[in-house]
Each structure stands twice: as structure tokens, then as C-alpha cells.
């Protein structure tokens, strides 16, 4: 099952904050966060374990709310290198993950 | 360095033809995967082998072919009965025992001529 992210898009001037969120309706054993610029490659940014909170990258941290089944991904004081489609996924174990559709960040001057 | 090396960057297929993309990596990672991305769409899983000599469908398998004879190598042919084939395709991998953490190739950008 596909997680949801919110919101689909997001614009942003440098050195606003910005909260994504990424909800499933199964229970959740990991959620991974990724970026994405455009034509490139996702980079991996964190990993959130059950029953635990991970931060991995520049000013950004995430959450992971295992009752509610969501993850939410906080940038905070954005610059302009944020910018780029931001994926959740889900899965665990020897099961391969499943992207939600991305959410899109534009950081502007 | 490390890393996982998809190519080529860009590829255009006929009507009809079968076109193989290709994803080396060299991490010695045990587990491979194919992704077609499409705008809005996110990553879509089509095939993954954990182990040589081995691998599963994905969510989206019609219209694909893969092989895994080496552990580096994970070839993904597009076949002629995949209608609409146009769309950027990723590759990764993943070591077993790990965290899952996909590590992705560059990707290919495949049309339709």
C-alpha cells in the first residue's frame, strides 16, 4: 500500500520552515526519507526505526509517530539547495520499500 | 568509488523493439532493484532479486524482463508488449542485513520514436 504525502507541493523563501508528512495504512516498521533534483537521482536522508527517532541531514529532522502510522519530515531555516521532490518510503526487513508520490519543494530567494 | 552506474543515459525505442537497460554496481550489495518514475507517480517498484539466480515481480512487471546472473549486474529489458514505455527508470541496491537504504544509479530516460 502506497503512503501519502502531504502537501503534493510546497513553496518556500529562504530560510522558511516546512513540514511534510507521509502517512500509511499499514503498521510500520521503517520509514526512509529521500530527495530528489530533477533528472538526478534520490539521495537518501534518514531512516526512522520503530521506537525510534533518527536525524540524519543538515538542518533537517524527522518524526515517527508509530500509533498514528506517519512520519513527518521538518526543514527548517530553508535554503536554496533544499529545493527538489521529496519521497517517504515504507517497508522493512527483507520487503522492498513503497514511495509515496512526493512532495515537491521549491525554495525561492 | 563505489557507486551503481546505469546506462545509457538516454534511450529511444521503436515500435515493436525490445531495448535492455543496463545497471552495474560495485558495492557488493546483495539486493537490486528497477524503478519507473512518472511525473506525480513517485517510484514504482517493477522488479528486485535479493540473491543471484534470483527475483520477484514488483508492483508494475508487465511489459519487463530482468536477469540476475551476477551479483553486479541486474539488465532490465523493456519488451514490445510494454505499450507505454516512455518514462525515467532507476536502479538501486540495497546490502542484505542492512537497513534497506537504496542507493540509486543516475537513471535512463527512455522514449518512444
Known amino acids: 500500500q502506497q503512503p501519502v504525502q502531504s502537501p503534493q507541493a510546497v513553496i518556500l523563501r529562504e530560510g522558511e520552515d516546512a513540514v511534510i508528512n507521509c502517512s500509511s495504512s499499514?503498521?510500520?516498521?521503517?520509514v526512509h526519507w529521500y530527495r530528489q533534483k530533477h533528472g538526478e537521482a534520490p539521495v537518501f536522508l534518514m531512516i526512522?526505526?520503530?521506537?525510534?527517532e533518527q536525524k540524519g541531514h543538515e538542518k533537517i529532522s524527522a518524526s515517527f509517530n508509530e500509533k498514528k502510522q506517519q512520519s513527518s519530515l521538518y526543514l527548517t531555516a530553508s535554503q536554496l539547495s533544499y529545493s527538489g521532490t521529496y519521497f517517504c518510503?515504507?517497508?522493512?526487513?527483507?520487503?522492498?520499500?513503497?514511495f509515496g508520490k512526493g512532495t515537491r519543494l521549491s525554495v525561492i530567494a | 568509488d563505489g557507486g551503481i552506474t546505469q546506462s545509457p543515459k538516454y534511450l529511444f525505442r521503436k515500435e515493436g523493439q525490445n531495448v535492455t537497460l543496463s545497471c552495474e554496481q560495485n558495492?557488493?550489495?546483495?539486493?537490486m532493484y528497477w524503478y519507473r518514475q512518472d511525473p506525480g507517480q513517485g517510484l514504482r517498484l517493477i522488479y528486485y532479486?535479493?540473491?543471484?539466480?534470483?527475483?520477484q515481480k514488483g508492483d508494475i512487471a508487465e511489459g519487463y524482463s530482468v536477469s540476475r546472473e551476477k551479483k553486479e549486474s541486474f539488465p532490465l529489458t523493456v519488451t514490445s508488449a510494454q505499450k507505454n514505455p516512455t518514462a525515467f527508470y532507476l536502479c538501486?541496491?540495497?546490502?542484505?542485513?542492512?537497513?534497506?537504504?537504496?542507493?540509486f544509479g543516475a537513471g535512463t530516460r527512455l522514449s518512444v520514436l
Open positions: 558495492l557488493n550489495h546483495d539486493a
Open positions: 526512522l526505526l520503530k521506537g525510534g
Open positions: 499499514k503498521a510500520l516498521y521503517s
Open positions: 518510503g515504507t517497508g522493512g526487513g527483507n520487503t522492498p520499500l513503497v
Open positions: 538501486a541496491s540495497t546490502l542484505a542485513g542492512g537497513r534497506n537504504i537504496q542507493y
Open positions: 532479486s535479493q540473491i543471484v539466480n534470483d527475483f
